[in-house]
């Protein structure tokens, strides 16, 4: 299986940060890297697909990115309504792999 | 636009199996639900995600090797649904369940898949005794 780690595990930010999450695949992907925003006790959400394409209705204040197997996740101005967890998944070879989370909170 | 609603039983003693249901609104399997794959994620409570399982219109299915053994994916295209079976379930099965949708792209998008686009709203199964 592909492993998917994700740093930071957490952590803490003000409205209007700059914020950035890695992940990396332990192998080649392909650029098929997927993030997801969840919320407490809700359903993951799609924020961006293929590595940096953003999904429909995502704000544009999202961005990801590529080098090699290492992913970034960029919100470029934090919002209120940006705190939550962010998971990474791999969808290039089955089982499609997630990282275990980064969760964003309010300093 | 595709949307999901998943039902089934919440609570199951161990060594019993979990069966929950997905249905698909928005859409039919003959037209345009075929560039999908259904998924099953899973989450146990204070943890991260885990991949299941997907099937295909036609009835093609991945597994989580973790999984296999236990885990049978269906559709029934003449409902608009696709189904989780897990057996044998212990207390490590207690987990919110969700159906998702893995979109597929195409040649002319030169896109393999979009990711797990749109998600169920999830359904809490916990085993207990």
């Known amino acids: 299986d592909i492993q998917m780690t994700q740093s930071p595990s957490s952590l803490s930010a003000s409205v209007g940060d700059r914020v950035t999450i890695t992940c990396r695949a332990s192998q080649s992907i392909n650029s098929y890297l997927n993030w997801y925003q969840q919320k407490a006790g809700k359903a993951p959400k799609a924020l961006i697909y293929a590595a940096s394409s953003l999904q429909s209705g995502v704000p544009s204040r999202f961005s990801g990115s590529v080098s090699g197997t290492d992913f970034t996740l960029t919100i470029s101005s934090l919002q209120p309504e940006d705190f939550a967890t962010y998971y990474c998944?791999?969808?290039?070879?089955?089982?499609?792999?997630f990282g275990p989370g980064t969760k964003v909170d309010i300093k | 636009q595709v949307q999901l609603q998943q039902w089934g039983a919440g609570l199951l003693k161990p060594s019993e199996t979990l069966s929950l249901t997905c249905t698909i609104y928005g859409g039919s399997f003959s037209g345009s639900f075929s560039p999908y794959y259904w998924t099953w994620i899973r989450q146990p409570p204070g943890k991260g995600l885990e991949w299941i399982g997907e099937i295909s219109h036609s009835g093609i299915s991945n597994y989580n090797p973790s999984l296999e053994s236990r885990v049978t994916l269906s559709v029934d295209t003449s409902k608009n649904q696709f189904s989780l079976r897990l057996t044998s379930v212990t207390a490590a099965d207690t987990a919110v369940y969700y159906c998702?949708?893995?979109?597929?792209?195409?040649?002319?998008?030169?896109?393999?898949?979009?990711?797990?686009?749109?998600w169920g709203q999830g359904t809490t199964v916990t085993v207990s005794s």
């Open positions: 998944q791999q969808t290039y070879i089955t089982p499609f792999t």
């Open positions: 998702a949708t893995l979109r597929l792209g195409d040649t002319i998008s030169g896109v393999l898949n979009y990711g797990l686009d749109v």
